[in-house]
């Protein structure tokens, strides 16, 4: 699914972004870059359905999903934070997205156990969240943004406090995935690597504008 954002103008507070256009390929990956308090996060809520608009339009495949609940909008999150929750063990996050969409059982199962293997996960499926590394956790978050197929990925910096070792497993992986699953796939960092390895396009935010990097 290809994601145009056109003429976008976000304020938040005393904060704005004006007239800020991306466009991106159906399954293909790009980055968005620039400096803490640049905005970056501010336009992925955005994009999300988690901030206002106040002008410009979001089209997703052609389909204005400008002010579309956040549910409605068929986008996988992962954030920063990662943000587990703490009573589910890693196949009850694998099966949330499809269970809300109201998959079948069976397929429901099937997509698990594909994406587990995908992830490198198999062996972690009845466990809960506490005590996964961060690399685990990092897996877990990936399939719980995807299991349910959405349209498009946003990853807000989600590599950030990864040791160097897992950090370059992580991003091999899913750069193996997005193309595995032929996810369109916006992704925030502020790390020239990130941005080499896995960006087929790159933008970067400068004085609440984009520009292409």
């Known amino acids: 699914m290809s994601l145009?954002?056109?003429n976008l103008t976000i304020h938040a507070g005393a904060f704005?972004?004006?007239d800020v256009t991306i466009a991106i390929p159906t399954g293909q990956c790009a980055v968005l870059m620039g400096?803490?308090?640049?905005g970056k996060t501010t336009l992925m809520e955005a994009l999300c359905g988690l901030r206002k608009v106040t002008d410009g339009q979001v089209l997703l495949d052609g389909d204005d999903i400008t002010h579309m609940r956040p549910c409605e909008r068929g986008i996988g999150l992962v954030p920063q934070d990662?943000?587990?929750?703490?009573?589910?063990?890693?196949?009850?996050?694998?099966?949330?997205?499809?269970q809300i969409q109201n998959w079948k059982k069976n397929a429901v199962h099937d997509r698990v156990e594909a994406l587990a293997s995908s992830l490198g996960i198999e062996d972690l499926l009845?466990?809960?969240?506490?005590?996964l590394s961060g690399g685990?956790?990092?897996?877990?978050?990936?399939?719980?943004?995807i299991s349910g197929r959405p349209q498009l990925l946003c990853l807000?910096?989600?590599l950030t406090g990864l040791d160097r070792e897992t950090h370059e497993g992580i991003m091999e992986l899913l750069k193996d995935v997005i193309h595995q699953e032929g996810l369109t796939t916006l992704h925030i960092t502020?790390?020239?690597?990130?941005?080499k390895f896995l960006g087929d396009l790159c933008y970067e935010l400068k004085n609440g504008q984009v520009v292409e990097g």
């Open 16 to 18: 704005s972004l004006a």
């Open 4 to 6: 145009v954002i056109n």
């Open 126 to 131: 009845e466990r809960r969240p506490l005590g």
């Open 190 to 195: 502020h790390r020239e690597e990130e941005a």
């Open 82 to 98: 990662t943000v587990l929750f703490p009573h589910l063990t890693v196949r009850e996050h694998l099966e949330f997205g499809p």
């Open 136 to 145: 685990e956790a990092q897996r877990v978050a990936f399939g719980r943004a």
């Open 35 to 38: 400096r803490s308090g640049s």
């Open 156 to 158: 807000d910096e989600a």
